[in-house]
Structures are given as C-alpha cells and as structure tokens.
C-alpha cells in the first residue's frame, strides 16, 4: 500500500511512524508546504526548552527509513490538490495542524501592536512567514490575553535575561529586537479563575523562578480556594497550590539568593482572572494600542465548564502591546475536503474522515489545537490504526496499483514546482548549525525559504 501524509510536524511523522512499524510493506511519502521538516516542533516549541525538541530524532528516524519519503516545498491544494493525491495513493493522511488564530473578535483587534500568540511565536522562532513581523517592543507593558502555555512561553521570552536567550535557536533578528526592548511588565489576563488556568506546573514554575522577574499575584483572587483545592485531580491541586503559595509569599521568605534577585527586580509579571477584552483601545492619534477595555466577569459552574458571564462592570489596562493567546485554528486545505468550519476540524470518526473512504486525518486538524506533543503523538497512533485495520479488513483496496510520488511528480513538474527531499533538509540543517556554532548556538535558523532553497542549489 502507498500512503501519503500532508504535514510533516508531530502529526504527521507519527501517524507515518506507527503505520511504518505495523506494516512491513507499506510505503510511506510525508508533504510539505516549507523546504524544512518539524512544524510545531520547529516553530513552536519555545526556544529555551531544547529539551522537548528531542523527538526530532525519532522523526529523522522515520524519515530515513527506506519506506518513507519527504518531499517538501509542495503546498498541498495549491500545487497539488486531495483529489490528485487520492488518485495517486491507497490512503492519504491530513496531518497539517492549524496554521491561522482564533479571532478576539472585537473593536480594534487589527490595531497596531496587537499580535496574535500564533505569529508572535512564529517570529522569535524563524517562521518564515512571520520574519517580517518587527514588534513594537517599546513600552513599559504588555498585556498577554491568555492563561495557557503559549502565554507563559511569550512572557518568559519577553523577560528572560538576554544571556539566557543568547544560548538558545532563537532568531537572531528577535533577539536583537528583543535587546532594545523596553518590556519590564506583562500581565497575562484570562476570563476565568485561577481554577481554569490551561497551563501546567512546570511552565508556571519556570516562569516563578525566571532570574530578575518578580511574580505578582494578588492574595484576594485566591480567598476560599483552599477548601475548593482539596478535592482537585492532583495536578491542579498541585497547581493551584502553587499559584496560591507565590500570591501569599512576603517578601522575605524566599531563599536569600532568590530575595537578592528578587528585592531588585527591574520586571515583574503577574496573573489577572475575570477579565474578558471588549475593545482594544487606540492611542490619540488613533495608530496604535494604548491599552484595553475588560469586561470583569463572575463564574456560573464549577471546574473545567465554570462560565465567564460579564459583570457589567468594566476596567482598562494600559499597555502598549497586546498578545492574543487563546487558540490556534485550522482551515480548509481543499474544497475537496469536508471542514467544519465552527470547530476548525475535519469531521471524523477515529481520524476517518466522514464521508470520504480512503482520507484520514490526525493532529490538530482531526480534534482542535489543544494538547502537547504526546497527545498528538496517541492520537496519530489512532488514526494510523485506523488506516492499518481498513487495510486489513479490505476496506482499503490495494489491488489496484498507484504510482504514489511518480504520478505526483509529473504533476508538480507540469505546474513548475520543484520538491525538496530529506537529503536537502539535511544540508540546510547542517548549515545552521553551523552559523549557530560560530556565534555559541545551538542553531541560527534561516528565516528565508528563497535563501532555504539557494543553499541547496535549488
């Protein structure tokens, strides 16, 4: 059987990996829209957790396998449509993540200095498409309107001390804008209570310990929770825990090493819950950002489904950069595709896409951006299950043959797009690494796809 899968981040090299592993004959072909492989893992993993780019080498693994081929630089349902790769392949695999942001929908969103948590994220990591963004770093404070770890990762960045960020693959571009940055305050607002926060332990941790930052939490927001905390699932007991213990430390009571950094702080961050954004607010001259409206809001419910319903009361907040973290969205690849456009998914039953035998899908496209890598990692697993047992059952016909990439490539050819093989990435890597190791980095990534495509020749 030949089995194509569109995207190459976690979604896709571990659906190819566990089909790969289950199916000694299967031939495997991953599309790419970049020269460059890794999606999420690339360009969304915060530079300074190095760490959880490990699985790079797992996916390398894959790549390298004689049954599995990357072709990247080919932007499905442009150079090549889901109907052309049906016609080429037993089964294809949508595995393309979500590549746009949920809106805040309200006034003066597109105002500028507002930026989504998407692009931002994007430009601090080299994606190509967001290496023009050039924020504007000069005011005292950022508002950051979210409470998950996307949020966290932006305020860290924002405040970590330079020599940190310098050791990091960070883009050099970012981290010269990021040296002239006037940034020393970031408030990261949500609608909810500290019960509802979507971040987890260890990023709040790392973010309380952050050298010359200083947590600000406010005791009131916390009153009564400790009898609520007792019967929480243990990590949100622990985490509320956490929030509760830093809101309520004097200063004093932390380690003196901590105190001496803390005691001269020149930034600080902190949590604000009940808050829903009504307007973004122009300055004077009506240019740019000077700060936000919020809605204060009171919770109906309890845990996970508590409601924000706003108070009627409002209050604004100054600041002049707004980050709008509250959620990745995909789009519709291919009219050929079904979509559901209110959830930003692909309608489907255990990654079979509805309606559509033979077409999949898994990651963030088949159940709405949420998770880490090790949720996308299982549920790449079902649908690659989902592929194996149709194969199995015959419900996936293999009888007749499909050319795979060589009815592909005559196609590309014909519309003048040229693929780019894993052997290509190899080279580009080498090649960053490289300029990392001359100026003490792991990596300087090219930001560049045109600059991508010349170093190899192409």
Same mark, same amino acid.
């Given at each position: 059987?030949?089995?194509?899968?569109?995207?190459?981040?976690?979604?896709?090299?571990?659906?190819?990996?566990?089909?790969?592993?289950?199916?000694?004959?299967?031939?495997?072909?991953?599309?790419?829209?970049? $020269?460059?492989?890794?999606?999420?893992?690339?360009?969304?993993?915060?530079?300074?957790?190095?760490?959880?780019?490990?699985?790079?080498?797992?996916?390398?693994?894959?790549?390298?396998?004689?049954?599995?081929?990357?072709? !990247?630089?080919?932007?499905?349902?442009?150079?090549?449509?889901? $109907?052309?790769?049906?016609?080429?392949?037993?089964?294809?695999?949508?595995?393309? !993540?979500?590549?746009?942001?949920?809106?805040?929908?309200?006034?003066?969103?597109?105002?500028?200095?507002?930026?989504?948590?998407?692009?931002?994220?994007?430009?601090?990591? !080299?994606?190509?498409?967001?290496?023009?963004?050039?924020?504007?770093?000069?005011?005292?404070?950022?508002?950051?309107?979210?409470?998950?770890?996307?949020?966290?990762?932006?305020?860290?960045?924002?405040?970590?001390?330079?020599?940190?960020?310098?050791?990091?693959?960070?883009?050099?571009?970012?981290?010269?804008?990021?040296? =002239? #940055?006037?940034?020393?305050?970031?408030?990261?607002?949500?609608?909810?209570?500290?019960?509802?926060?979507?971040?987890?332990?260890?990023?709040?941790?790392?973010?309380?310990?952050?050298?010359?930052?200083?947590?600000?939490?406010?005791?009131?927001?916390?009153?009564?929770?400790?009898?609520?905390?007792?019967?929480?699932?243990?990590?949100?007991?622990?985490?509320?825990?956490?929030?509760?213990?830093?809101?309520?430390?004097?200063?004093?009571?932390?380690?003196?090493?901590?105190?001496?950094?803390?005691?001269?702080?020149?930034?600080?961050?902190?949590?604000?819950?009940?808050?829903?954004?009504?307007?973004?607010?122009?300055?004077?001259?009506?240019?740019?950002?000077? !700060?936000?409206?919020?809605?204060?809001?009171?919770?109906?419910?309890?845990?996970?489904?508590?409601?924000?319903?706003?108070?009627?009361?409002?209050?604004?907040?100054? =600041?002049?950069?707004?980050?709008?973290?509250?959620?990745?969205?995909?789009?519709?690849?291919?009219?050929?595709?079904?979509?559901?456009?209110?959830?930003?998914?692909?309608?489907?039953? #255990?990654?079979?896409?509805?309606?559509?035998?033979?077409?999949?899908?898994?990651?963030?496209?088949?159940?709405? $951006?949420?998770?880490?890598?090790?949720?996308?990692?299982?549920?790449?697993?079902?649908?690659?299950?989902?592929?194996?047992?149709?194969?199995?059952?015959?419900?996936?016909?293999?009888?007749?043959?499909?050319?795979?990439?060589?009815?592909?490539?005559?196609?590309?050819?014909?519309?003048?797009?040229?693929?780019?093989?894993?052997?290509?990435?190899?080279?580009?890597?080498?090649?960053?690494?490289?300029?990392?190791?001359?100026?003490?980095?792991?990596?300087?990534?090219?930001?560049?796809?045109?600059?991508?495509?010349?170093?190899?020749?192409?």
């Amino acid at each position: 059987p030949r089995v194509c899968v569109v995207g190459s981040g976690p979604a896709g090299f571990y659906t190819a990996q566990h089909i790969l592993k289950h199916h000694g004959g299967a031939q495997v072909d991953i599309y790419e829209k970049l $020269p460059v492989p890794f999606g999420l893992v690339r360009f969304g993993v915060a530079p300074d957790h190095p760490e959880v780019k490990n699985v790079i080498n797992t996916f390398t693994q894959t790549a390298r396998s004689e049954r599995c081929s990357y072709y !990247g630089n080919v932007t499905v349902g442009r150079d090549v449509t889901v $109907p052309e790769l049906r016609q080429a392949y037993h089964a294809v695999v949508l595995s393309y !993540g979500a590549e746009d942001s949920r809106a805040l929908g309200i006034p003066g969103e597109n105002l500028p200095g507002v930026y989504s948590a998407r692009a931002f994220v994007g430009w601090y990591n !080299g994606l190509p498409e967001n290496r023009d963004l050039k924020p504007d770093l000069s005011c005292e404070t950022a508002l950051i309107l979210g409470h998950g770890n996307v949020a966290l990762d932006i305020a860290r960045i924002l405040l970590s001390p330079l020599q940190l960020l310098r050791k990091t693959d960070i883009t050099d571009s970012s981290l010269a804008a990021l040296a =002239c #940055s006037k940034v020393k305050r970031v408030w990261l607002v949500g609608r909810r209570g500290p019960f509802q926060v979507a971040f987890t332990i260890k990023e709040l941790r790392e973010m309380i310990n952050l050298p010359g930052a200083r947590a600000v939490l406010d005791p009131a927001d916390f009153t009564g929770l400790e009898n609520a905390v007792k019967d929480a699932p243990r990590p949100r007991k622990r985490l509320t825990e956490l929030m509760i213990k830093t809101a309520l430390e004097k200063p004093g009571e932390k380690p003196v090493e901590v105190q001496a950094a803390g005691a001269v702080a020149p930034r600080e961050w902190g949590l604000k819950f009940q808050r829903s954004p009504q307007e973004v607010l122009p300055s004077a001259d009506g240019r740019r950002a000077r !700060g936000v409206r919020m809605a204060l809001t009171r919770l109906e419910g309890s845990g996970d489904s508590a409601k924000a319903i706003p108070t009627g009361d409002v209050e604004e907040l100054e =600041c002049g950069l707004v980050v709008s973290s509250i959620g990745y969205r995909s789009l519709q690849l291919d009219p050929a595709v079904p979509f559901d456009s209110q959830r930003g998914v692909i309608p489907n039953s #255990s990654g079979r896409v509805e309606g559509v035998p033979g077409l999949y899908c898994s990651g963030w496209v088949k159940r709405g $951006p949420t998770g880490v890598i090790i949720t996308t990692m299982n549920d790449s697993f079902d649908t690659a299950q989902s592929v194996l047992e149709d194969l199995q059952r015959g419900v996936l016909d293999v009888s007749p043959s499909r050319e795979g990439f060589g009815a592909v490539e005559s196609i590309l050819r014909s519309r003048g797009v040229r693929p780019v093989a894993f052997s290509d990435w190899e080279k580009i890597d080498a090649a960053e690494v490289a300029r990392g190791k001359a100026v003490g980095k792991p990596r300087e990534k090219i930001v560049d796809p045109a600059e991508m495509l010349r170093l190899i020749g192409h």
